[in-house]
T-cell receptor, first 114, second 112 residues
């Protein structure tokens, strides 16, 4: 069965530190990849997405993610985090198994200390 | 202007009651979802509808019944509420194919 793994459940960083959140998926076919962010008390919002082409995608608020097909990974990065980046981050994968299905990872809670 | 709207935003009720949560999207999307997010923020898909037809029904107690009167609406009715039903319920919609999902603001359900 398809699955998405996010390695870190909780991450604590100081402002200006660099961020990398891991995401791996298990599916051998074509995938579309997403990172969503959920700020405290809010709904999930799309950060960035990968469909095809350049495996390094840039999203909003200075985030980027790199698709490495050989590693089945789609890690999220930001060179310098801010206090306002404190949120829950979800990796998601959409696969086509006779219909489009999206699988979400368990989420990573990021806390940025001011 | 809200793309995916859910009502109510908060729902506090007693065990054993029956309640409904409504969801509407004005994006013209064909596919709508209900998710349950527990206290640990784990997001679990419950149902998915495409053009008013059920296409995914994960392992969910049959006390939960979705209803889609048209493709812009997907309501969730819950019978005989239990303590374990306390969570935030998110509605979402998706356009054609592999497009990202758009989420509503969530309904925080608390069972007393």
């Amino acid at each position: 069965a398809q699955s998405v793994s996010q390695h870190n459940h909780h991450v604590i960083l100081s402002e200006a530190a660099s961020l990398e959140l891991g995401c791996n998926y298990s599916y051998g076919g074509t995938v579309n990849l997403f990172w969503y962010v959920q700020y405290p008390g809010q709904h999930l919002q799309l950060l960035l997405k990968y469909f095809s082409g350049d495996p390094l995608v840039k999203g909003i608020k200075g985030f980027e993610a790199e698709f490495i097909k050989s590693k089945f990974s789609f890690n999220l990065r930001k060179p310098s985090v801010q206090w306002s980046d404190t949120a829950e981050y979800f990796c998601a994968v959409t696969v086509n198994t006779g219909g489009f299905k999206t699988i979400f990872g368990a989420g990573t809670r990021l806390f940025v200390k001011a | 202007d809200t793309a995916v709207s859910q009502t109510p935003k908060y729902l506090v009720t007693q065990m054993g009651n029956d309640k409904s949560i409504k969801c509407e999207q004005n994006l013209g999307h064909d596919t709508m979802y209900w998710y349950k997010q527990d206290s640990k923020k784990f997001l679990k898909i419950m149902f998915s509808y495409n053009n008013k037809e059920l296409i995914i029904n994960e392992t969910v107690p049959n006390r939960f019944s979705p209803k889609s009167p048209d493709k812009a609406h997907l309501n969730l009715h819950i019978n005989s509420l239990e303590l374990g039903d306390s969570a935030v319920y998110f509605c979402a919609s998706r356009g054609q194919g592999n497009q990202p999902q758009h989420f509503g603001d969530g309904t925080r359900l608390s069972i007393l």
